[in-house]
C-alpha cells in the first residue's frame, strides 16, 4: 500500500540541527511532491517547505528561510528536512506528505496532500 | 501570503447534527482549497480537494462548496468518529497555508 514512514524521535540542544527522513513505498517516489508540515503541542498546522524528487526542486516558507534544506536520495526512495539553528520554538511533530502530482514535466492540478507520514517528534531542549 | 479565517473556532454538537465549517480567504483562489481532518495524536487526513470533490474513500456525508474568497465544509450527519480538528487549505500559490482550524466536539 502508498504509505510515507518517517524516521524516529529526536531531542535537540538550542542551535543543533536535525534531520528528519522519509520514506515513500507503494508508488513512484519521483511522480510526487514532498511536503513536509509541523505542529507544535495543542496549534494547527504549518506548512514547512515541499521537494520535487523528480526535478530536485524545493521551496520553503519564508520564515524559514536559511534555516531548512529539503533533499532526496531516489535510489531509496526517501526524502529529507533538515532543520538547523534550533530553538525551542522549533519543538513541534514533523509530517511528511505526499503532495502534486508530476508526469514528466507537466503539472497535475494540485489535489491536496493525500498520504501522510506517521510524524516525527523533535524537541528542543537544553 | 493568502491568510485563511476559519469559523468557529470551537463547535459543540451532537450525534445526528448536520454542521457547517466555514473558511474565507484573503483573496480568490478558484477552487483550490481542500479540508482535511486530525484526530488526536494522528496524523490529518485529506477529506476534500478542489473545494468539493471527495477523496477516495471519505464518507459521502461529507460534502464542500464553494469557490473564490468564500467555503463551506458540511457534515450532514454527525457520526462519533467525526469530533475531530478540521482545518482548510489552500492549494493555488506556495506557501500553501492552513486555516486556524475548528474544533468539533460532542455536546
Known amino acids: 500500500q502508498v504509505q510515507l514512514v518517517q524516521s524516529g524521535a529526536e531531542v535537540k540542544k538550542p542551535g543543533a540541527s536535525v534531520k528528519v527522513s522519509c520514506k515513500a513505498s507503494g508508488y513512484t517516489f519521483t511522480s510526487y511532491d514532498i511536503n513536509w508540515v509541523r505542529q507544535a503541542t495543542g496549534q494547527g498546522l504549518e506548512w514547512v517547505g515541499w521537494i520535487n524528487p523528480n526535478r530536485n526542486k524545493a521551496g520553503n516558507a519564508q520564515k524559514f528561510q536559511g534555516r531548512v534544506t529539503m533533499t532526496r536520495n531516489t535510489s531509496i526512495s526517501t526524502a529529507y528536512m533538515e532543520l538547523s539553528s534550533l530553538s525551542s520554538d522549533d519543538t513541534a511533530v514533523y509530517y511528511c506528505a505526499r503532495g502534486r502530482q508530476h508526469d514528466g514535466d507537466y503539472d497535475y492540478d494540485y489535489n491536496g496532500m493525500d498520504v501522510w507520514g506517521q510524524g516525527t517528534a523533535v524537541t528542543v531542549s537544553s | 501570503d493568502m491568510q485563511l479565517t476559519q469559523s468557529p473556532s470551537f463547535l459543540s454538537a451532537s450525534v445526528g447534527d448536520r454542521v457547517s465549517i466555514s473558511c474565507r480567504a484573503s483573496h480568490g483562489i478558484s477552487s483550490y482549497l481542500a479540508w482535511y481532518k486530525q484526530e488526536p495524536g494522528k496524523a490529518p487526513k485529506l477529506l476534500i480537494y478542489a473545494a468539493s470533490t471527495l477523496q477516495s474513500g471519505v464518507p459521502s456525508r461529507f460534502s464542500g462548496s464553494g469557490s473564490g474568497t468564500e467555503f463551506t465544509l458540511t457534515i450532514s450527519s454527525l457520526q462519533p468518529e467525526d469530533f475531530a480538528t478540521y482545518y482548510c487549505?489552500?492549494?493555488?500559490?506556495?506557501?500553501?497555508?492552513f486555516g486556524q482550524g475548528t474544533r468539533l466536539e460532542i455536546k
Open positions: 487549505q489552500h492549494l493555488n500559490s506556495y506557501p500553501p497555508g
